[in-house]
T-cell receptor, first 114, second 114 residues
């Protein structure tokens, strides 16, 4: 149990376009979802925390208008990177937590902006 | 504020030998502690957690960790390492009183040589 599905696993987009990443909890209800960014050979950087039905809480330095997060249901959260630039290229990972203390992670999305 | 330190960037061990990955933490209250493993271009997989109770926690794939409150440590151990254990390991902490946010260590790369 406790499976989190994230897709796409890889996406290439052109500069200036937007890309949406989905994160679904398949077998539990995720009251809280988290979005992370991971740079090569580095740890995870928390971007934002979202609770179902409410606005996401962004970490300092993360542009909320650029990284739009929606958590419309207890099983789905989306991250939309708007007006993407090459510096947005990164590995994005979502995680979800329900009633258990541990969070479960998606497979990650490798975003390349060309 | 909460923080996690993984003092070793990389640990090399021969297959069949014991494996230890070190982690120390700092929280203002009582900690929830977690270990995750990450394989290349994948999300994080949950290994084990300490919430309360016995200081020795057993988790997936033969891993265990010992919570030591006086040393504020939560080292990950495996009695006999496998080549397939080669991966990136993250320790994480959450302060029970400080909400949902997980703080990750910098990660330790484990290389198990045949």
């Amino acid at each position: 149990g406790a499976v989190v599905s994230q897709h796409p696993s890889r996406v290439i987009c052109k500069s200036g376009t937007s890309v949406k990443i989905e994160c679904r909890s398949l077998d539990f209800q995720a009251t809280t979802m988290f979005w992370y960014r991971q740079f090569p050979k580095q740890s995870l950087m928390l971007m934002a925390t979202s609770n179902e039905g409410s606005k996401a809480t962004y970490e300092q330095g993360v542009e909320k208008d650029k990284f739009l997060i929606n958590h419309a249901s207890l099983t789905l959260s989306t991250l939309t990177v708007t007006s993407a630039h090459p510096e947005d290229s990164s590995f994005y990972i979502c995680s979800a937590r329900g009633t258990k203390e541990e969070a479960f992670f998606g497979q990650g999305t490798r975003l390349t902006v060309v | 504020a909460q923080s996690v330190a993984q003092p070793e960037d990389q640990v090399n061990v021969a297959e069949g030998n014991p494996l230890t990955v070190k982690c120390t933490y700092s929280v203002s209250g009582n900690p929830y502690l977690f270990w995750y493993v990450q394989y290349p271009n994948r999300g994080l997989q949950f290994l084990l957690k300490y919430i309360t109770g016995d200081n020795l926690v057993k988790g997936s794939y033969g891993f265990e960790a010992e919570f030591n409150k006086s040393q504020t440590s939560f080292h990950l151990k495996k009695p006999s390492a496998l080549v397939s254990d080669s991966a990136l390991y993250f320790c994480a902490v959450r302060d029970k009183a400080a909400g949902n946010k997980l703080t990750f260590g910098g990660g330790t790369r484990v290389l198990v040589k045949p």
